[in-house]
């Protein structure tokens, strides 16, 4: 089973060496794919620099700006498609989201999901480090998610998923309009609607140690008033 992890980056310097090291040595030979967005700080270059190492496991598709994560997660699932990946997991690069966890995503794959989901708040609130403000925003964002969609999913904005190419090939990329945080509750609402296997499993979400947050007051209106437009949205499996 080819399995490949999809990370975006804009400015992340100080974590991409450690994530590449991290990902490359986890059981189950994970490949990587970094699609950076044209990082003034040399983030493209610090991946670049391991390629020779690890071969036809790392690989680099860079874009010439912020292009927005949604578009990066739908660059990073077609090219992954494309090299015949069976399953294809984002992520974050700040360490937010723990490396070792996606060896519980696959085995959630294993079990029979079309689509895990490593959440925040399927058990509680497990969150380490987060400002009350941004911890209570995310938590009654995706419970107002919840209650408009009626999507049986606890953490509708998580950004540490993993699919089955089933899954995506069944999803309509070309159809998937929002490019922020949106971007996660679109994709799971769309797999959802299309009868799609979702499971939760838990995690701890850390906040990042080193660098800048990448989220905006934009990032959470789109998350926020796009959902509305959800419920109205007619939903089709890719021809």
């Not at 390629?51 to 699932?77: D, Q, V, W």
């Not at 723990?98 to 989901?117: H, Q, S, W």
């Not at 701890?204 to 796009?226: D, P």
Request: hydrophobic residues 40%; glycine residues 10%; aromatic residues 10%.
């Amino acid at each position: 089973m080819q399995k490949l992890v999809i990370i975006p980056t804009y400015n992340e310097r100080e974590n991409i060496a450690a994530m590449v090291e991290k990902v490359m040595s986890l059981e189950g030979d994970f490949d990587l794919l970094v699609i950076d967005d044209g990082s003034p700080d040399g983030t493209a270059e610090v991946v670049r620099s391991y390629i020779p190492r690890y071969g036809e496991r790392l690989h680099l598709l860079e874009r010439s700006g912020k292009l927005g994560l949604g578009t990066a997660y739908l660059m990073g699932f077609r090219w992954g498609l494309e090299q015949g990946y069976d399953l294809l997991a984002e992520m974050d690069c700040d360490f937010s989201h723990n490396p070792d966890d996606l060896t519980r995503l696959v085995a959630a794959i294993e079990e029979g999901a079309d689509v895990a989901i490593g959440s925040r708040y399927v058990r509680g609130v497990n969150v380490v480090n987060w400002p009350m403000g941004r911890l209570l925003t995310s938590y009654f964002g995706s419970k107002y998610v919840r209650t408009i969609t009626r999507m049986p999913i606890h953490d509708t904005t998580a950004g540490f998923v993993c699919y089955t190419r089933k899954a995506l090939e069944r999803i309509d990329l070309d159809a998937i309009g929002m490019k922020g945080y949106g971007f996660q509750i679109e994709m799971k609402y769309t797999a959802w609607r299309l009868g799609l296997k979702l499971r939760e499993v838990s995690i701890i979400f850390t906040e990042r140690r080193e660098g800048a947050s990448k989220m905006s007051g934009g990032i959470v209106r789109e998350a926020l008033f796009g959902v509305i437009g959800l419920c109205f949205k007619r939903i089709k499996p890719k021809a």
